[in-house]
T-cell receptor, first 114, second 111 residues
């Protein structure tokens, strides 16, 4: 979805390096999410934020941190990257209403940790 | 705990056939379900959703069926086209509006 952008789209880094992945959205949604996708494991939630002052851990938050700089921006950091953090990372946004909470995804960042 | 699974990891169909992708869920309290399509190199794209107070919902060439008795969800694609080739995920809303995703089914459409 072009309304959700992620930078960079691809990144190769070395073990121990600090990495930041950025997400921006123009949908005006309050809720933002970071997921990790590995083959055969589907999408797993790393962190989520329901508004600018709200940050919550997901199911696999160890080794990651996030910052919600504004309603439109949510960044994911790997403080000291390790090879098993090699994966596809997706940002998503949502705005619940009418009993729904559809999430809209960005194009993803492919991260390789050597 | 909650889990969302898929019966078949890969589904191969001929162009023009109807496709049915299945999904089982375990949380009887889930009240909202979504189907996503993910093409190679792209993020998941919303296809259709359904709330638990409905059994069926139709979109353009797609229909989602929900059977709460057996906790089963399916996505039907009519007149499947090569552009439908992708991985399809179901997701259920578990607890406080967090989605739980299945591992995905790859749909392969041959001409």
């Amino acid at each position: 979805d072009a309304d959700v952008t992620q930078t960079p789209r691809n990144r190769i880094t070395k073990t121990g390096k600090r990495i930041m992945l950025e997400c921006s959205q123009t949908k005006g949604h309050d809720r933002m999410y970071w997921y990790r996708q590995d083959p055969g494991l589907g999408l797993r939630l790393i962190y989520y934020s329901f508004d600018v002052k709200d940050i919550n851990k997901g199911e696999i938050s160890d080794g990651y941190s996030v910052s919600r700089q504004a309603q439109a921006k949510f960044s994911l950091s790997l403080e000291s990257a390790i090879p098993n953090q090699t994966a596809l990372y997706f940002c998503a946004t949502s705005a619940p209403g009418q009993g729904k909470d559809t999430q809209y995804f960005g194009p993803g960042t492919r991260l390789t940790v050597l | 705990g909650e889990s969302v699974g898929l019966h078949l990891p890969t589904l191969s169909v001929q162009e023009g056939d109807n496709s049915i992708i299945n999904c089982a869920y375990s949380n009887s309290a889930s009240d909202y379900f979504i189907w996503y399509k993910q093409e190679s190199g792209k993020g998941p794209q919303f296809i259709i959703d359904i709330r638990s107070n409905m059994d069926k919902r139709q979109g353009q060439r797609v229909t989602v069926l929900l059977n709460k008795t057996v906790k089963h969800l399916s996505l039907q694609i009519a007149a499947t086209q090569p552009g439908d080739s992708a991985v399809y995920f179901c997701a259920e809303r578990a607890g406080f509006q967090k989605l739980v995703f299945g591992t995905g089914t790859r749909l392969l459409v041959s001409p």
